[in-house]
Every structure is written in C-alpha cells, then in structure tokens.
C-alpha cells in the first residue's frame, strides 16, 4: 500500500522521516511518498483531507478531528522550545494587545500561543514563517511570532524578544508545549494505521541511533542553515516524547484542547478517540 505522508523541509521533521521514506528499516509492504511543504500549508492540507499521514500543529487538529487521528509517535512537544514574540526594540508587555503581529498562519501553535498570552491582540497578519524577521526589521508589522531555526538567529539580527510564549504556557501549565504531531486518516483500516505508527516510531528510534546516516537528508532540506543551528534545531524539537507521547506527553496535549475551548480560541469536540488506539 502507498500512502501519502507530509512533512517540513525542517532538520527535525526530515531527521525522523528520513529512514521510513528511505526504507532503511522494513516497512512490511508500506511505502511512503513524501510531500514536502512549510507547516501551514501543511495545515491546510489536513483540512482538505487529501493527505493520508501528515505533520500538522496541534492548533489545526483541532479542526480536523472528524477526518484524522493522532499517532503516538512523532509528535513535536517539549521545554523550552516554544514560539518567540520579537520586537525591533524592547516594548511592554502592555503594548502587545494593540500591536500589529506578524504570525507564521492563523492555524499554527504559535498563533495559539499568542492567543493564549494575549487574548485581546487581535491585529494578526499571516507570513510564511521565514519572512517574519524581515517584516519586523522593515517595520512592516510591529512584533513577529517566530519559529523553528529563527528562535537560534533573531538575535544576531539586532531584535529582541519580548515574551517566549512557550515558556508562558510551561509556567501556567507546568507541562510541555505541544507544537506539532502527526495525524492519520481515520478511515484507513486500524491495522495500517497501528503500522504506521510502530515504523514512525521505529524511524525516530532509527535517527537517534544512526545520526550520520540521516543528515544527507537533512541537509537536502536546510541548505542553507548553519550546521550548528541545524543539530540545535534537532536537539530541541526531537526528543523522548517523538518516539512516544507517554502519559506526560497526552496530558499537554489534554490540557492544550481544554484550554482552548475555555478561552474560545478553538472548537469544542469529543476527544474520546483523538489517538489510534494502541
């Protein structure tokens, strides 16, 4: 059977999928065709339904329940590794609700963040996420939401942060930041989606134990990116809960669902059967 699995061109997504799709481990008559896409576009293609197995935020799953489940393998969650809101100057906190934002699309986790921090800004602009430094230095937008490698470079661009929206959510929750997981049609049978599940693990466990072999494929994806930014950017999107949410891991995931339906910012659903059952 062929399935359709997209993910990011970031070093941590290519990183885990790299021995499923190259079938470096036994995939038992499975093969994978990757599509390759920023993380939005990623989004509004789990909400068109058209990809069998994809990377979304856990902000989108919310919308996209009735047409996947989640694995329990591959998910993006972990401490101090959340989205950043950057400023050309340091500003208050205060001044943030009537600031115009740069966010990395309406469905990420980061926007999610931000809604969650601060509920009355509304003033949003949705960039791909690697042009939201440059909006931000041209005075394009007043603040940005930044994410993956930009969290490592901002700096070094002259801005400055303003809040780590992940580390607000770590200190109001005491749980680790859910940023992205990885969903499977519900209507593709239970065993195929069991499998899917136990390679997607295998692979993560696969890239831990042969990091050489996987960074060709990495670096195919990341050209450009310093080598240095590249191996943080692994270290700190991939860890013990990409090859299994575990109970801690399920309760952030829990706690992230419930409290976006108490602050209105995602819709209410049964969440009874969120994950493929083991």
């Not at 990420?108 to 939201?132: E, G, H, R, V, W």
């Not at 700096?155 to 990885?182: C, F, M, N, V």
């Not at 069991?194 to 996987?214: C, G, H, K, M, W």
């Amino acid at each position: 059977m062929q399935l359709s699995l997209g993910f990011s061109p970031c070093p941590n997504d290519t990183f885990i999928f790299d021995a499923l799709i190259h079938q470096k481990i036994p995939t038992h008559g499975l093969t994978f065709t990757a599509v390759i896409a920023d993380v939005e576009e990623l989004n509004r293609r789990a909400l068109a339904g058209d990809l069998h197995i994809t990377k979304l935020s856990y902000h989108a799953l919310a919308y996209v329940l009735p047409h996947y489940q989640l694995l329990h393998a591959g998910s993006a969650l972990g401490n101090n590794c959340g989205p950043l809101l950057i400023a050309r100057q340091d500003l208050p906190l205060s001044a943030v609700p009537n600031s115009t934002i740069a966010i990395p699309g309406r469905y990420t986790t980061a926007n999610f963040l931000l809604s969650f921090a601060f509920p009355d800004a509304q003033q949003k602009i949705p960039l791909l996420f690697s042009d939201i430094e440059t909006a931000v230095l041209n005075q394009t937008v007043d603040l940005g939401v930044i994410i993956h490698e930009n969290r490592f470079t901002y700096s070094e661009k002259g801005l400055h942060k303003i809040i780590d929206l992940g580390e607000y959510w770590e200190q109001t929750t005491q749980l680790p930041i859910p940023l992205g997981g990885i969903v499977v049609d519900r209507q593709l049978p239970l065993e195929v989606k069991q499998q899917v599940d136990r390679l997607l693990r295998q692979s993560v466990e696969y890239a831990f134990q042969n990091p050489a072999s996987t960074m060709p494929y990495v670096r195919q994806y990341a050209q450009e990116m310093d080598e240095a930014v590249m191996q943080q950017h692994i270290g700190l999107y991939v860890n013990q809960y990409t090859i299994d949410l575990g109970n801690i891991g399920r309760q952030a995931i829990e706690r992230f669902f419930s409290e976006g339906y108490r602050h209105q910012i995602i819709p209410q659903h049964d969440m009874q059967d969120l994950f493929v059952p083991n």
